[in-house]
């Protein structure tokens, strides 16, 4: 067991209440961590960063490593991952909706490393990503985690009207084989080969639509996200003020003037090549 504050020379902060509100960048903690599971966590982040445009950053926070409690995290081979943040830029995990694309990207190669990883879609994890290597790393279908990663994917990234519930059925089957093909991807999913080769791709993909997530217009498709989840009552007045916002002969005007996001058949053609 180690006792660390860096990992790859990447600070490590802890940011949660009563002390340091979550979503902040917190402050230094020493977190300790069992030492082979801190070589996989080195591992990985190197992984991760390499490949994110934003490139290394300069703190994590994470909610803990060894905690006292049954599973992973009671003998320090666990670790919650809250907050990434760069000089000018930072990912908070409740911001899924927001940044998407960065996310996804994070998580897809998070899972090269990590058998389990339980992200915004598993229940009480939408504040964190709970990464450990209890289980293998590869696809299996009745497996809850894997399969919420893999709709959203499918609906965030690849642009598939898939419903994200953590059910592996017929229509989240029929999509991944049509991602697969057009991704030059041997099937089936669950042959650990082909699964990684997926996650490289598309963390590579999903990391290149992240630098173009500030376009408004995403931004907008954001906002509508978040309106779509408000109560009743209240959607139909938020959703009355931004459609009148936007019929509006100014707005109209230059949201039509705004070019849209690269295509994604383009960007794929452009990883795969």
């Known amino acids: 067991?180690?006792?660390?504050?860096?990992?790859?020379?990447?600070?490590?902060h802890y940011a949660r209440l009563p002390q340091y509100p979550y979503?902040?960048?917190?402050?230094?903690?020493?977190?300790?961590?069992?030492?082979?599971?801190?070589?996989?966590?080195?591992?990985?982040?190197?992984?991760?960063?390499?490949?994110?445009?934003?490139?290394?950053?300069?703190?994590?926070?994470?909610?803990?490593?060894?905690?006292?409690?049954?599973?992973?995290h009671g003998s320090g081979k666990a670790f919650d991952l809250d907050a990434i943040f760069w000089k000018d830029h930072q990912l908070i995990t409740n911001n899924y909706i927001h940044q998407k694309e960065l996310y996804l990207g994070i998580e897809s190669f998070l899972r090269k490393h990590f058998g389990l990883v339980l992200n915004y879609h598993y229940p009480n994890h939408t504040d964190h990503w709970h990464v450990d290597s209890s289980v293998s790393v590869d696809?299996?279908?009745?497996?809850?985690?894997?399969?919420?990663?893999l709709q959203m994917v499918l609906k965030d990234i690849y642009q598939k009207p898939v419903v994200i519930d953590g059910v592996s059925g017929p229509q989240t089957r029929r999509f991944t084989k049509e991602v697969f093909g057009r991704l030059k991807i041997d099937t089936p999913i669950t042959t650990k080969i082909n699964y990684l080769?997926?996650?490289?791709?598309?963390?590579?993909?999903?990391?290149?639509l992240s630098e173009e997530q500030q376009n408004p217009l995403q931004l907008l498709e954001n906002l509508e996200v978040v309106i779509n989840r408000l109560p009743v009552n209240d959607k139909h007045q938020v959703n009355e003020a931004l459609n009148a916002f936007l019929v509006h002969h100014t707005t109209s005007t230059w949201i039509n003037s705004i070019q849209p996001h690269q295509d994604i058949e383009n960007i794929i053609d452009t990883v795969i090549t």
Not at 200 to 207: P, S
């Open 1 to 12: 067991m180690k006792k660390v504050n860096a990992i790859n020379n990447i600070t490590l």
């Open 23 to 72: 979503g902040t960048s917190g402050k230094p903690y020493d977190f300790y961590i069992e030492d082979s599971f801190l070589k996989l966590l080195e591992t990985a982040f190197k992984d991760v960063f390499i490949h994110c445009p934003l490139g290394k950053p300069d703190i994590i926070t994470s909610a803990g490593t060894l905690v006292g409690k049954a599973g992973e």
């Open 139 to 149: 696809y299996n279908e009745s497996s809850k985690s894997e399969t919420f990663y």
């Open 197 to 208: 080769k997926f996650l490289d791709i598309t963390g590579k993909i999903a990391f290149k």
